[in-house]
Every structure is written in structure tokens, then in C-alpha cells.
């Protein structure tokens, strides 16, 4: 209720301060942006103290909270341009379609029209303040569908594409593009954030033999963002290898603390303003 009634909360604040970081990094990188995952690099480079003001807990702002600002951090004034033609005018077809159905009295598919155009508009309305997690892609995914399949025979009729072999060649192509996706990053973040679980619930419960294996095992994992997934590593390798220390087990400590220095820098180059906290 407070968030509905209270505009000038901190919620608000922390929106409208990270909105004027994203700006002064936009303007910097105007016309392709910083591409997929590097907003972070934006947001450390322009970062503007205010957020420690209002207990921000968030060491790191990797998102915009507004899905103007993240598409052009993100792809630019182009990549933003494309977005929104592609949303404008499948909600334009919406709007053609409805009224179609209404000048021939269908009252059931106008009825269905206006129900997707009103979730679109619901779902672009609320990522004005909010950014995409995998939920609410998912959900996202589902309702453009749904709008697309709504839409087949229009948008076919409309763009020319007859032929069932043009369907099928950008169907293959898009699935081949899906697949490639999923086994290139998907499948292989999803094995190394299990084995980062597995560690950090060991290492919680001082079971630090169990703990690095299971973060031993993370590393092996080939994924361009595996060293993001081990930020709590290098604490890991200094609390282990003083234990081992004080076991007298001199060589294995020394492993340990040597291999947390090798993550260490390795975070560093991928993520420099969270290797600066660690």
C-alpha cells in the first residue's frame, strides 16, 4: 500500500537516481550501447553516490528498473528503435484485428483482441519500472505468442509469406538459433550455479573438503561467465587455507590461498568493481 499511496518513497528515489546514471551512461555509448550483460560497466563507470544515502543494499546495478532506458543502455538508439517497431506494430495488428472483428459482429475474437492488447499494454506499462527476470521474460514469451498465433493469418497475409516452406525455414532457423543458445549458455550456467549451490551450502555448514569440491567442479564448467557465479570463492579459499594453516597442512594451504588469488584475478577482469569489494 505504501508503494501505491507514497510516490516519493526509497523505493522511487533508488529508481529515479539509477534512471540519471543510466542517462549520463547512455549518452556516452548512444547508438549500440554496451550490449547484453555489460550495463554494470555503465552503472560502476558513471555511478552516483546517492543510492548510500537511502540504505541501497545493492553493491552493484546491472539494470535500469525501465525498459526504455535498459534497451538503450543495452542496444543503443537503434537496437530501442527496432523494439518498439516490433512492439508497435503488433499492437497496431491487435487494434486492426479488433476492429475487423467488430465490423463483422464477432464479438468473441474481438473480445480476445482486446484482452492480449491490454496485457501488452500492461506488461510494457509495468517494465517502465521494473527490468526482466526470468519470470517475467517467460510470462513475456507467453503473451507475445499467444498475440502472434492470435494474429497468424494478418500478419501472413500482410508480410506475403505464404509458402509453408518460408514458415518452416524461419521456424528451423529460430529453433537452431534457440538450441545453439540453451547449449552454448543456458545449459552450462545452469550445471555451474548447481555446483556453486552445493559449495556455498557446504562451506556455510564448515564442511570445507565438500565445499571445494563442489567449487572445484564449478570451475571446470566452460562458460564465458563462470567467474561471476564464484564470487564467493576467494573468501572461501582464505578461511579454508587458514584453517589448513592451522592444521599444519602447509602445501595444501598454500594451494588454497594461491588458487583464490587466481579466481580473485580472474573476477577481476570480468567484473573489476566486484573484485574491488571482495
Do not use: C
Not at 562458460?223 to 599444519?248: G, V
Amino acid at each position: 500500500l505504501t508503494r501505491l499511496f507514497v510516490i516519493f518513497n526509497d523505493s522511487f528515489t533508488t529508481r529515479f537516481i539509477t534512471w540519471q546514471t543510466a542517462w549520463l551512461a547512455i549518452q556516452d555509448r548512444p547508438i549500440l550501447g554496451y550490449g547484453n550483460e555489460n550495463a554494470w560497466y555503465a552503472f560502476t563507470h558513471f555511478y552516483r553516490p546517492g543510492l548510500a544515502n537511502i540504505s541501497f543494499s545493492e553493491t552493484i546495478v546491472d539494470r535500469a528498473h525501465n525498459f526504455v532506458l535498459d534497451q538503450l543502455l543495452v542496444n543503443g538508439w537503434i537496437g530501442l528503435v527496432v523494439a518498439l517497431v516490433l512492439l508497435g506494430y503488433l499492437g497496431w495488428s491487435l487494434w486492426k484485428h479488433v476492429k475487423k472483428s467488430i465490423h463483422h459482429n464477432n464479438s468473441a475474437e474481438a473480445m480476445m483482441g482486446w484482452s492480449l492488447l491490454a496485457m501488452l499494454l500492461a506488461y510494457f506499462l509495468a517494465d517502465l519500472t521494473t527490468f526482466d527476470t526470468i519470470v517475467v521474460v517467460i510470462y513475456g514469451v507467453v503473451l507475445l505468442t499467444g498475440a502472434i498465433a492470435f494474429l497468424s493469418n494478418d500478419l501472413v497475409n500482410s508480410i506475403k509469406l505464404r509458402p509453408i516452406w518460408g514458415w518452416r525455414a524461419i521456424l528451423l532457423v529460430g529453433l537452431a538459433g534457440l538450441m545453439f543458445f540453451d547449449f552454448k549458455y543456458l545449459v552450462p550456467a545452469f550445471r555451474i550455479g548447481q555446483s556453486v549451490g552445493l559449495a556455498d551450502n557446504a562451506a556455510k555448514h564448515n564442511n570445507y573438503p565438500v565445499a571445494a569440491k563442489a567449487y572445484a567442479k564449478a570451475q571446470e564448467t566452460i562458460t564465458p561467465y563462470r567467474w561471476s557465479f564464484l564470487t564467493n570463492y576467494p573468501n572461501f579459499a582464505r578461511a579454508y587455507s587458514m584453517l589448513l594453516l592451522s592444521e599444519k597442512k602447509m602445501s595444501w594451504a598454500d594451494n588454497m590461498a594461491v588458487d583464490g588469488l587466481r579466481v580473485l584475478s580472474n573476477i577481476e577482469k570480468q567484473e573489476p568493481d566486484r573484485a574491488a569489494i571482495l
